[in-house]
Nanobody, 120 residues
């Protein structure tokens, strides 16, 4: 069974940092990408970043570029999203998702999400 489990969310002040983790299981990771998405209240779910598990191809949305860094540890079957210089507008539920190689096309499956709240 495909399973994606996010962790690392919480409450942080503006300008602070958090690192999210996504632990994947139930599929051969090398053939897929793992993406991060977020959904704020009243907003559409949007893509944040994605990484190919085989060759570490990455992409980022313009709103997080330069502040967030995606990385992977294939041995741990884990993808990380390091979030720095956090802003209140980053507040959202963050989801990881299984995607096709090099993150082409829409997500194939989802994790349960982890809440990130940026507030003073």
């Amino acid at each position: 069974q495909v399973q994606l489990v996010e962790s690392g969310g919480g409450l942080v002040q503006p300008g602070g940092s958090l690192r999210l983790s996504c632990v994947a299981s139930g599929f051969t990771l090398a053939y897929y990408g793992i993406g991060w998405f977020r959904q704020a209240p009243g907003k559409e779910r949007e893509g944040v970043s994605c990484i190919s598990m085989s060759d570490a191809y990455t992409n980022y949305s313009e709103s997080v570029k330069g502040r967030f860094t995606i990385s992977r540890d294939n041995a741990k079957k884990t993808v990380y999203l390091q979030m720095n210089s956090l802003k209140p507008e980053d507040t959202a539920v963050y989801y990881c998702a299984r995607q096709r190689y090099r993150c082409s096309g829409p997500p194939l499956s989802w994790g349960q999400g982890t809440q990130v709240t940026v507030s003073s």
